[in-house]
């Protein structure tokens, strides 16, 4: 009786050599057929909306997308200050992220000099409080970048340009 169970049971499961080997009239299809053309779809739309967002970012520059982004890390940036940061200090700090970020937007600056304010800050963000030593930092690596702005009619060429510094 278990013998006759099981040879019925092994019967109906079909090896894979019998699946490829049968004729495609005899083989049924794993997926329904709007499976591969739903994943089709799909992925050509997200293809398309990839390369629409490229050419997006492409004509209006990566400076302003960063621009953006320090914009909103400034302004995340104010409640944290602390109370024993100066008036002062405060006023740098301010000065100089707003520079660098209109610096940013013109395309003044390199996109390169940007990665360690970007750093400083996550590091200082980090506890949720800006000390005045935070401040002091993150108001120097600002500065660094916007020591070096790209001439207007001497943009960095594929020979390389020497940036102005002031």
């Known amino acids: ?16 050599a019998d699946y490829y080997s049968s004729p495609a009239s005899e083989v049924t299809p794993i997926f329904p057929k709007w499976v591969p ?17 490229g050419a997006v970012v492409m ?14 890390s400034i302004s995340e940036i104010q409640p944290m200050i602390g109370k024993d940061v100066t008036p002062a200090q405060k006023q740098a ?8 970020s209109k610096n940013l937007e013109s395309e003044k600056t390199s996109l390169t000099r940007l990665q360690p304010v970007l750093e400083t800050m996550k590091d200082a963000m980090a506890d949720k409080k800006i000390t005045p030593a935070e401040a002091q930092k993150i108001t120097a690596d600002a500065h660094t970048a916007n ?3 790209w001439r207007a009619s001497a943009r ?5 340009v020497k940036p102005v510094v002031h």
């Open 1 to 16: 009786m278990i013998h006759s169970i099981c040879e019925d049971a092994v019967s109906e499961i079909r090896l894979p």
């Open 37 to 53: 053309m739903g994943c089709g779809m799909a992925a050509a739309a997200f293809l398309l909306v990839g390369f629409i967002g």
């Open 59 to 72: 004509h209006t520059g990566l400076g302003r997308l960063f621009s953006f982004v320090l914009d909103m």
């Open 93 to 100: 700090l301010n000065a100089e992220l707003s520079q660098l």
């Open 147 to 149: 020591q070096y702005v």
């Open 156 to 160: 960095p060429a594929a020979g390389g």
